[in-house]
């Protein structure tokens, strides 16, 4: 059961280069969303999805793109990175309509360390 | 901006003590969420209160909800070493469905032997 999965973990880019992070989850569940965590900012939502082709904003979209052709994969682009976007970055996902009574859960992957030099 | 805000910031206890951390929230919620985060992970689910709940109990987590004073408490009574993480509160809002949380900025807890 390998669960939700992101890579990689971690990465150094420059300036001005665009980098994508990929998240693939294992349970089909409906919705994903990005996180971003930075210190004394707790986390953010950047984008979710609430199914293959269906994606919105969340709070801190500028500067990133998302797409979600497949139910499993949800990646995360930096069109071209700025040292503001160095942070550690989350995916979860979540299942609204499932049974066992975690709809409302968020499982969130390990998180990909983003160095923006 | 963040819906939640965590109090304190960060919080030292002795194995074996309680440790009790705050959130505050500034709209109306369908549930609030309490995850932890250990060191360099991601987050784990904890427990989830719904807005008709006032108290939820979970091993040796107790959680609370005032939706009067838009606040929930955290409590984590006989604490372990291994309880060393990072708390979060989240709100889910009522309206808007997907499970689109909210998180506050956390409570870091550390235990100490």
């Known amino acids: 059961d390998a669960g939700i999965t992101q890579s990689p973990r971690y990465k150094i880019t420059e300036t001005g280069r665009q980098v994508t992070l990929m998240c693939h989850q294992t349970?089909?569940?409906?919705?994903m969303f990005w996180y971003r965590q930075d210190l004394g900012h707790g986390l953010r939502l950047i984008y979710y999805?609430?199914?293959?082709?269906i994606t919105d904003k969340g709070e801190v979209p500028d500067g990133y793109v998302v797409s979600r052709s497949k139910t499993e994969n949800f990646p995360l682009t930096l069109e071209s990175a700025t040292r503001s976007q160095t942070s550690v970055y989350f995916c979860?996902?979540?299942?609204?309509w499932g049974a066992g009574g975690h709809q409302e859960t968020q499982y969130f992957g390990p998180g990909t360390r983003l160095l923006v030099l | 901006s963040q819906q939640g805000e965590e109090d304190p910031q960060a919080l030292s206890i002795q194995e074996g003590e309680n440790a009790t951390m705050n959130c505050s929230y500034k709209t109306s919620i369908n549930n609030l969420q309490w995850y932890r985060q250990n060191s360099g992970r991601g987050l784990v689910h904890l427990i989830l209160?719904?807005?008709?709940?006032r108290e939820k109990h979970s091993g040796r987590l107790r959680v609370t909800l005032d939706t009067s004073k838009k606040s929930s408490s955290l409590l984590i009574t006989a604490s372990r070493a291994a309880d060393t993480a990072s708390y979060f509160c989240?709100?889910?809002?009522?309206?808007?469905?997907?499970?689109?949380?909210?998180f506050g900025t956390g409570t870091q807890l550390k235990v100490e032997l």
């Open positions: 979860a996902s979540s299942d609204p």
């Open positions: 349970w089909s569940h409906s919705y």
């Open positions: 999805s609430a199914a293959a082709d």
């Open positions: 989240a709100t889910d809002p009522p309206t808007g469905g997907g499970n689109k949380l909210t």
């Open positions: 209160i719904r807005s008709n709940e």
